[in-house]
């Protein structure tokens, strides 16, 4: 089955710590995004990829980074893990002009220690 | 600007009874409006989607849901709940700048069925 996947779906890391959060879809989408959701919340947009454009929101914190370095597959680096960061990681994909469509994965769930 | 108010954080009702989970949307131009379920420590699920066309959708597992332009509200319906319908319930608006989909989200309702 087509699908969105992300690895590990729990992540534990150090504060200040440098983690990276990943995600591959066979759906063969162009664009993905990242979330970040914390509890009891909506998730946040963090950015997207439009193919290999990226598009960051405006109040994504420059500690966010992300690479994609081919349609499948999209990365979240962490570069300095706060006591904040704690929250679960949402990868979604969808289609251009599909509107609203958008196909997420499991998430990943962030403890920073 | 788009946004989606819901208007219970928790709603919660016994299994067989109905459920209702109510949205209001506020948009300047015709929205495409979308229903979302979070089953606990699991990512979204498109549950259903209304883009304009029939005023009543029908998604997956039982629910629908009525655009009213009117009441300007989108609420999430099904005649019987089930167990497995526990779960967060999004209710959000969508915009389309430059081919991607930005979702706007509701805050949520937590939906507990009782056995």
């Known amino acids: 089955d087509a699908m969105v996947i992300q690895n590990p779906r729990y992540q534990v890391t150090q504060f200040g710590k440098p983690v990276t959060l990943s995600c591959s879809q066979t759906?063969?989408?162009?664009?993905m995004y990242w979330y970040q959701q914390k509890s009891s919340q909506a998730p946040k947009l963090l950015f997207h990829?439009?193919?290999?454009?990226?598009?960051n929101e405006a109040d994504t914190p420059d500690n966010f980074q992300s690479r994609r370095p081919n349609t499948s597959f999209c990365f979240l680096d962490i570069r300095s893990p706060g006591l904040g960061d704690a929250a679960m990681y949402l990868c979604?994909?969808?289609?251009?002009?599909?509107?609203?469509?958008?196909?997420f994965g499991p998430g990943t769930r962030l403890t920073v220690t | 600007a788009q946004s989606v108010t819901q208007l219970d954080s928790h709603v919660s009702v016994s299994e067989g009874t109905p459920v209702l989970l109510r949205c209001n949307y506020s948009s300047s131009y015709s929205p495409s409006l979308f229903w979302y379920v979070q089953h606990p420590n699991k990512g979204l699920q498109l549950l259903l989607k209304?883009?304009?066309?029939?005023?009543l959708v029908k998604g997956i597992n039982g629910f629908e849901a009525e655009f009213k332009k009117s009441e300007t509200s989108f609420h999430l319906t099904k005649p019987s709940a089930h167990m497995s319908d526990a779960a967060e319930y999004f209710c959000v608006v969508s915009r389309s700048p430059g081919g991607y989909n930005k979702l706007i989200f509701g805050a949520g309702t937590r939906l507990a069925v009782h056995p």
């Open positions: 759906l063969n989408h162009n664009v």
């Open positions: 209304y883009t304009s066309a029939a005023t």
């Open positions: 979604a994909t969808s289609r251009p002009n599909r509107a609203g469509e958008q196909y």
């Open positions: 990829y439009y193919d290999k454009d990226f598009n």
